[in-house]
């Protein structure tokens, strides 16, 4: 079985400073990983994906991603957070049956100041 | 761009009714899922679909679920006696690549049962 654990629950940062979003994933094969991102009653976008290429995969909006398997870590950052950056943000690894059921972490709450 | 759509965006209904929830997927993909969320849980997995039957269900999906791709563009949920307990947001997924390709959800369509 796989899992994904997002270390903070509630992050905040100051408009055009550095984001970080951690994401710890445990699985017993080669994972893909995503990030999506939930604005405030809409629907889920998808952020980024990792799919075994390159480890640092590139998204939507400046965020970026890091494939780090000897930590079994996929953090999100983004260098400089906007102001409509702020929104549930959801780490997520895909299963491994044929279908691929996504297993989603707890989120997390990023609220930019300015 | 194409994305998944989903009617009605809202549904209040009495416990013991019936409700059909219904998606539209993007029109090349071959793999459709539903997933909810109960108000400050995870987002949790109920079904995969594909080639017209289902692929993997979780623990959540029981008798009172009920998937089906009724013609060639819509993708339905019906429980069949609502309870309290499925009062949730409900989201329906799809995706063109078998394995590693990410899922595209739509907007959502929140369910409350009275």
């Known amino acids: 079985a796989q899992s994904v654990t997002q270390l903070d629950s509630h992050v905040s940062v100051s408009e055009g400073t550095p984001v970080l979003l951690r994401c710890n994933y445990s699985s017993s094969y080669s994972p893909s990983l995503f990030w999506y991102v939930q604005h405030p009653n809409k629907g889920l976008q998808l952020l980024l994906k990792y799919t075994s290429a390159a480890t640092l995969v590139k998204g939507i909006n400046g965020f970026e991603a890091e494939f780090k398997k000897s930590e079994t870590s996929f953090h999100l950052t983004k260098p400089s957070a906007h102001m409509s950056d702020a929104a549930e943000y959801f780490c997520?690894?895909?299963?491994?049956?044929?279908?691929?059921?996504?297993?989603f972490g707890s989120g997390t709450q990023l609220t930019v100041l300015p | 761009e194409p994305e998944v759509t989903q009617t009605p965006s809202h549904q209040v209904t009495q416990m013991g009714q019936e409700v059909i929830l219904r998606c539209v997927p993007i029109?090349?993909?071959?793999?459709f899922y539903w997933y909810r969320q109960i108000l400050g849980q995870k987002v949790e997995f109920l079904v995969s679909?594909?080639?017209?039957?289902?692929?993997?269900k979780s623990e959540i999906f029981d008798d009172q679920f009920s998937v089906e791709r009724p013609d060639g563009s819509n993708f339905t949920l019906k429980i069949r006696s609502t309870k309290l307990e499925d009062s949730a947001m409900y989201f329906c997924?799809?995706?063109?690549?078998?394995?590693?390709?990410?899922?595209?959800f739509g907007p959502g369509t929140r369910l409350l049962v009275l």
């Open positions: 997924a799809s995706g063109g690549l078998r394995g590693q390709g990410a899922q595209y």
């Open positions: 029109s090349n993909h071959l793999y």
């Open positions: 997520v690894v895909s299963g491994a049956g044929s279908a691929r059921q996504l297993t």
């Open positions: 679909f594909y080639n017209n039957e289902i692929s993997e």
